[in-house]
């Protein structure tokens, strides 16, 4: 079973400009997720799809981001325009359920750092 | 707020020993609890999952549980140096459709050879 693909792997960019992040869950998931992790910290949930409903995007700048989940199936992370606080790993994660025990499996995330 | 706490290391244990890492919750609420293990650089891979009161045991891991002092520990027998790693604790939280992981900060574990 093929895994949580994201791309790029890296990527830098100058402030105030803007960037995309692509996710391929694992087939057959409904639900997906962005996280944004911080040097030093643990992940934080940015924004959660259920098929291609946002459930829960509490957590995300909606000033500057943004997501979208078409057909369902792959979704993209966009930054307009970068700050220097968003140097992060950008996760993607998805889950075959929504239940008290769903498990979530993780891309291997995307770099960016904003200079 | 909803938060879950780790003191974030690093820990550093002898190969052979057993690592204890501890994890604590403020929401009562939450009905499972996850441990990843992540490497320098790479995803959070899940090592391991506990969602009663107890001890849940997989190989040399050993999940603890208990609920009434909101207390999650994950216990590591005979470390590998390949276990050097930081260990992410999280609890799930989950109302409708939301399926949320609150994640603790990390400890890093390093086991010397």
């Known amino acids: 079973e093929a895994g949580v693909a994201q791309s790029p792997r890296y990527k830098i960019i100058e402030k105030r400009q803007s960037v995309a992040f692509w996710c391929n869950p694992i087939s057959g998931h409904a639900t997906l997720y962005w996280y944004q992790q911080i040097l030093g910290q643990g992940p934080k949930l940015l924004i959660q799809?259920?098929?291609?409903?946002?459930?829960?995007d509490s957590q995300l700048p909606k000033d500057r981001f943004s997501a979208e989940r078409l057909k369902g199936v792959d979704s993209t992370l966009k930054i307009q325009p970068a700050k220097l606080e968003d140097s992060a790993v950008y996760l993607c994660a998805s889950s075959s359920r929504t239940s008290s025990k769903n498990i979530q499996y993780f891309g291997a995330g995307t770099r960016l750092s904003v200079l | 707020q909803k938060e879950v706490e780790q003191n974030s290391g690093p820990l550093s244990v002898p190969e052979g020993a057993i690592a204890s890492l501890n994890c604590t919750y403020s929401?009562?609420?939450?009905?499972?609890f996850f441990w990843y293990r992540q490497y320098s650089g790479k995803s959070p891979e899940l090592i391991m999952s506990i969602y009663s009161n107890g001890d849940k045991e997989d190989g040399r891991f050993t999940a603890q549980l208990n609920k009434a002092s909101q207390y999650v520990s994950l216990l590591i027998r005979d470390s590998q140096p390949s276990d050097s790693a930081t260990y992410l604790c999280?609890?799930?939280?989950?109302?409708?459709?939301?399926?949320?992981?609150?994640f603790g900060t990390g400890t890093l574990l390093a086991v010397q050879p």
């Open positions: 999280a609890g799930g939280f989950y109302g409708g459709a939301t399926n949320k992981l609150i």
């Open positions: 929401d009562r609420g939450s009905q499972s």
């Open positions: 799809f259920q098929n291609n409903g946002v459930v829960d």
